[in-house]
C-alpha cells in the first residue's frame, strides 16, 4: 500500500494562488499515476485533476480547468496542485490518490485509485 501525505492548504482570500503538495511512499513513483479529489461539507467527492505516470497526459474538471495545474516529479516522488484565482466555490477538504500501473493514461474515477490520503483543508474567504 502506498502512503500519501498532502500538505499546502491553508486559509486564503478569493483570488489567491496555493501550492498543494503530495509525498509519495515507495521507490517506483514513476509507476504511479496520480489524481486530485476534493470534498465540500455536506457534498460528494468530486475528481478535481490527474496526472498519468509519465506526466504526459492530465485532465481537469470543468470547474477548475484554466485555473489548476497537475504536475508530477518523479525525483521527489511528490505530485502538486497549483490552484490560482481562488473561488469561494473551491473551499474543501482536498485529497491525493494514486495508483500503480503500467499504462500512460489518466483515471478520474474515484474507484480508479487505490491508495489516498488524509487530505488537507483549502478554505477561501470571500
Known amino acids: 500500500q502506498v502512503q500519501l501525505v498532502e500538505s499546502g492548504g491553508g486559509l486564503v482570500q478569493a483570488g489567491d494562488s496555493l501550492r498543494l503538495s503530495c509525498i509519495a511512499s515507495?521507490?517506483?513513483?514513476?509507476?504511479?499515476?496520480m489524481g486530485w479529489f476534493r470534498q465540500a461539507p455536506g457534498k460528494e467527492r468530486e475528481f478535481v485533476a490527474a496526472?498519468?505516470?509519465?506526466?504526459?497526459?492530465?485532465y481537469y474538471a470543468d470547474s477548475v480547468k484554466g485555473r489548476f495545474t497537475i504536475s508530477k516529479d518523479n525525483a521527489k516522488n511528490t505530485v502538486y496542485l497549483q490552484m490560482t484565482s481562488l473561488k469561494p466555490e473551491d473551499t474543501a477538504v482536498y485529497y491525493c490518490?494514486?495508483?500503480?500501473?503500467?499504462?500512460?493514461?489518466?483515471?478520474?474515477?474515484?474507484?480508479?485509485?487505490?491508495?489516498w490520503g488524509q487530505g488537507t483543508q483549502v478554505t477561501v474567504s470571500s
Open positions: 515507495g521507490r517506483a513513483f514513476s509507476m504511479y499515476a
Open positions: 496526472i498519468s505516470r509519465s506526466s504526459d497526459s492530465t
Open positions: 490518490a494514486t495508483r500503480i500501473t503500467p499504462l500512460s493514461r489518466v483515471y478520474r474515477a474515484s474507484g480508479d485509485y487505490n491508495s
